[in-house]
Every structure is written in C-alpha cells, then in structure tokens.
C-alpha cells in the first residue's frame, strides 16, 4: 500500500475550530481591534495603534468599547439575544465560553451583527430624506 496523507480537515467543523481559537486568543479576523492593531481597520484618524481607547478599533456591533475577546463572549450588549439563546444566559460564565460549539455559535451571530451595524450605519442619510410617517 501507499502511504497516503491523513485527509484534509475541512468543512464547518474546522472553520468554526479556527474561529473559536481566534475568538479567545485575539486574534479574530471578526474584531475591529484587532483588525485596527495589525493595520487592517484605519480609520481617518489614525491608521494603526493597539490602544483600547482608540475609536478605530471599537466595536462595530454596539459602537461603546473596544471588542476584545472579553467584549464580544462576555459583554457586547448587541450580542444579548444571541448569548440568552445560545448559553441560555446574558451572563455566561468562564466555563460556559469554553463550549466550543457555543463560541462558534457566538461567532456566527458576532459577524453577521457587525456586517448588519456596518450598512445600517452607511445607508442612514438615504433612509432619513425619504422617511414619511
Ligand atoms: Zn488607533
Ligand atoms: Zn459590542
């Protein structure tokens, strides 16, 4: 027989491991701070920093603070339907962010949140001019 390479892990399972890795450690292609500090996310203002008070880097989901790891799991108020839903509290704990599952779970709603805020803010000014009641 020939030796054959061990199958490529592929599919949702491995993307949402890769997500969950990169949720917890920071390093998530999803984050505006972490984005903002590898030079991915300039705004006007500033171009690149790793200042967690620099607005560039804040989240795009609920605009109030930077989206660290902690902010996105454990804090982001826009995220507040998806974290009852998904840990079956607002609060979770530190064992509940170690589910994978959920963190993947978590991650899913994070970018679609973020990418809904992200239009919503752009197409305000069509919006305005053409509201009637
Ligand atoms: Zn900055
Ligand atoms: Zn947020």
Redesign the pocket.
């Known amino acids: 027989m020939e030796g054959r390479p061990p199958p490529p892990v592929r599919g949702p399972n491995r993307l949402d491991a890769v997500e969950t890795h990169q949720l917890r450690a920071g390093h998530w292609s999803g984050s505006a701070q972490y984005l ?1 500090r590898i030079g991915r996310h300039p ?1 006007p ?5 790793s ?1 967690r008070g ?4 804040w989240c795009r989901a609920c605009g109030e603070e930077a989206d660290t790891p902690d902010h996105v799991l454990l804090r982001c108020p826009a995220l507040m339907n998806a974290r009852l839903r998904i840990f079956g509290t607002i609060f979770p704990s530190l064992s509940d962010v170690r589910r994978d599952d959920a963190v993947a779970a978590l991650a899913r709603v994070a970018r679609a949140v973020k990418a809904t805020a992200h239009q919503s803010l752009e197409g305000q000014h069509n919006n305005n001019n053409s509201y009637s009641p």
């Open positions: 903002h705004s203002e500033c171009a690149q920093c200042d620099c607005r560039a880097g």
